[in-house]
C-alpha cells in the first residue's frame, strides 16, 4: 500500500461535505417528528450558515449556496 507524502488537510472553517452528505442520507430515515439528535445537528450547522461580502468569487457563492442547500434539506 503507498503512503501519501506532503498531502495536508485543508481548514475550510465549514463542515467537511462528505458529513453533509451523510446527514442528508440520514435524514430520510429520521423520525418526521425530529428528535433531540436532530435538533443539536440542525443547530450545530446553523452555526456555520454562509455570510456574504463583495469581495466573494464566484467558488465561495456557489459552496455556500450548496452548504445552504444542504441544510434547507437536512434541516427544514
Excluded: N
Excluded at 35 to 63: K, N, Q, W
Amino acid at each position: 500500500m503507498k503512503m501519501l507524502t506532503g498531502l495536508k488537510p485543508q481548514p475550510t472553517g465549514r463542515v467537511p461535505l462528505m458529513t453533509l452528505g451523510l446527514l442528508m442520507i440520514l435524514s430520510g430515515c429520521a423520525d418526521p417528528t425530529g428528535s433531540a439528535t436532530s435538533a443539536t445537528i440542525c443547530r450545530e450547522l446553523s452555526r456555520d450558515l454562509p455570510t456574504y461580502s463583495r469581495s466573494d468569487t464566484p467558488e465561495t457563492l456557489a459552496s455556500g449556496a450548496r452548504f445552504v442547500g444542504v441544510f434547507e434539506a437536512v434541516c427544514e
